[in-house]
């Protein structure tokens, strides 16, 4: 057994650990991180990665379908879903021996196992019950990020009921599919196997598909779903799973009771995460766990002094590049930078990759109104664009919420070809605290989608141009 001193050891090697360890690195801080399983974590193995490269597939596919729309021959269209997951999984080892190579380039150790908190300052590492190491540090940072929630009666059995792990590796195409829960994950992997051909429905227990997007802007891409054959049931909630011998029957209860059968070969449950902190030592700290979560201050600071939490583990938005912003925060406080400020959770945003994609930043017009604003909306179709229209994708919008009295950006909402690609200019000018003024007088560059962002102010002040 080693004991190895560190300034700084980061439990979990995810897009928050990883991160938060090359950062301490580069401010002179002797760091260490410990991982399980992979380094990269959830996002970049199981996650973020290897699902954008199923629907980049799928949208290789779809287009593929469509050529003759374009004046193209494509004759024979098919897929291998084998090597369709090969590839996935080829990109994410890929990447995940990049994150290795780049803690090494910054001479951060690796110990490859799991941590857990032994006294002050204190670490012990184990991997497959055996010790690995004993390490110290004055600051000890927990990034264990989260995994898939369940509920009773719906739990994942790896055969005929999935969680995203299963989903990402699927043995056989499914010619139906159930999927619960109609967030990101749960709306990304609809939106794969319906490309591919699979009779999808979607249950949500809330009223609104994608809840936590704008209510219009999630309202037309549930037009597109279901213009694209996929069937959307809101306001209910699936109650039971009964498994026959080779399909899965779902009682689908709605709000006022009724209750429906639905028979499919495969489940995707999809309803959520809950926070990794089992198994961490925390009995005995004054670290505070809050609906499955670490409480943790504005710059990763829990209750138990010298111990820190980022990341899925410290709370929503569950998102990779929130993870790695407050592990930044978090570091450059520990290293006592100067002007190290607490992220604004507000301005972090948000993308979905489904057909179509949707990306978000900031306040939706509900949240906006419900905190007092008068506001200023603006909206643009994509059908008036000439490059949405010139690429074939002329379904679309970008909204946009203004501050009547300041003129401050509260919001943008996007849904649409490649607006996950859109919606950084909008953090930009959020975090910039630029106003319509501004905005109004960038010059857009033409033919793009991007010109959208900018008709879209104009015509929250009666200025669009091209409707």
Known sequence: MADTKFDVVIVGGGPGGY????????????????????????????????????????????NMNHAAEYGLTAEKVGFDLGKIIARSRKVSKKLSGGVGFLLKKHKVAVFDGEGKLSG?????????????????????????????????????DGKFVWSYMEALVPDAMP???????????????????????AAVTVVEVLPQVLPVEDAEIAALARKQFEKDGMTIITGAKVTGLKKGKDTVTATVEDEKGKKSEITVERV????????????????????????????????????????????????????????????????????????????DKNRIPGCTYCHPQIASVGLTEARAKDAGREVRIG?????????????????????????????????????????????????????????????????????????????????????VIHI
């Open 379 to 463: 909206r643009f179709p994509f059908m008036g664009n000439g490059k949405a229209i010139a690429l074939g994708e002329p379904e679309g919008m970008i909204k946009t919420i203004f501050d009547a009295k300041s003129g401050e950006l509260l919001g943008a909402h996007m849904v649409g070809a490649e607006v996950t690609e859109l919606i950084q200019g909008y953090v930009v000018a959020m975090g910039l605290e630029t106003t319509e003024a501004e905005l109004i007088h960038t010059v857009f560059p033409h033919p793009t989608l991007s010109e959208m962002m900018h008709e879209s102010v104009l015509d929250a002040y009666g200025r």
């Open 268 to 343: 995707i449950s999809a309803v959520g995460v809950v926070g990794n902190v089992e198994n961490l030592g925390l009995e005995g700290t004054k670290v505070k766990i809050d609906r499955g979560c670490i409480v943790a201050d504005g710059y990763g600071r829990t209750g138990e002094p010298g111990v820190y939490a980022i990341g899925d583990v410290a709370g929503p938005p569950m998102l990779a590049h929130k993870a790695s912003h407050e592990g930044i925060v978090c570091i450059e406080k520990i290293a006592g930078l100067k002007d190290v400020h607490p992220m």
């Open 120 to 156: 002050p300052g204190k670490l012990e590492v184990a991997k497959d019950g055996k010790a690995v190491a004993s390490l110290s540090a004055k600051h000890i940072v927990l990034a264990t990020g989260a995994r898939a929630r369940t509920l009773p009666g719906l739990e994942p």
């Open 19 to 62: 991160v938060t360890a090359i950062r301490a690195a580069q401010l002179g801080l002797k760091a260490a991180v410990v991982e399980r399983k992979h380094l990269g974590g959830i996002c970049l193995n199981w996650g973020c990665i290897p699902t954008k490269a199923l629907l980049r597939s799928a949208e290789v596919y779809r």
């Open 175 to 197: 010619k139906s599919l159930l999927v619960i829960g109609s967030g990101a994950i749960g709306i990304e992997f609809a939106s794969f196997f319906r490309t591919l051909g």
